[in-house]
């Protein structure tokens, strides 16, 4: 049984310390391949010189997190863009994670929005795949996304909804589009009724499971830094809201990973 973790920080100084012994524990669980996405220059510079030399553990996406949007000039858009073609040494298999988060509203609503945009298109150009951020921005993320689909700069599987957390009718919205569902250890709470009721009526060919390490950590490790050895928690948890096995889970995430990012399946 392996298991891809779709998306996990691993560049984060965090795991500077410790990077072998995490990635010893994400191999015995069972953890083959990890995404690893950009959020800020310093890490997507990391994210690809990692890729480059692990490419059979490591892919990575390209782009810049809706916080750090202010910084986005024409220079860092630039270097992304080398960085999205191979400057790195790999080419990237994703755009992102981009988007919009209003919750901390880091950076301008508006500035927000003209970023992301400007990802959307790039993602259209190079035939990539997106990888979404959106919290406390639904309703701006899906209408700038039909804009883009309106000017024909939408692919038809356009991505993946990372850390999806809306409702089943935002859900069925993405799912028309062509979008992907991400879903992390948040599933895994008491509380998580919502996600639990997605899941159910999400086709299992639309799912990725994914870590966000360090963060989001599943039960029983709420409150200790998340590392992709903890995927199969979030496996386990997707298996039983779709009344399958563990081994079903890991082979459906697995193919939808790979299929949706293009990756040779080695």
Known sequence: MRWFDSHAHLQDEKFIDDIDDVLIRADQAGVRRILLPGSDLVSLERAATMTAARPDIFCFSSGIHPHEASEVDDKMFERTVALARGAGGNKASAIGEVGLDYHYDFSPRMVQQNVFE???????????????????????????????????RLLPVPGVFHCFSGSAQTAEILLDMGFYLGFDGPITFKNSRKAAEVIKVCPLNKILIETDSPYLSPEPLRGKRNEPANIPYIGRRLAELKGISEEEAATATWDNTIRLFGLEDA
Do not use: C, K, Q, V
Request: charged share 30%.
């Open 118 to 152: 400007r990802y959307i298109e790039l993602a259209w150009e190079l035939r990539l795949p997106l990888i979404i951020h959106s919290r406390e921005a639904t309703e701006d993320t899906i209408n700038l996304l039909r804009l883009m689909a309106a000017r024909g």
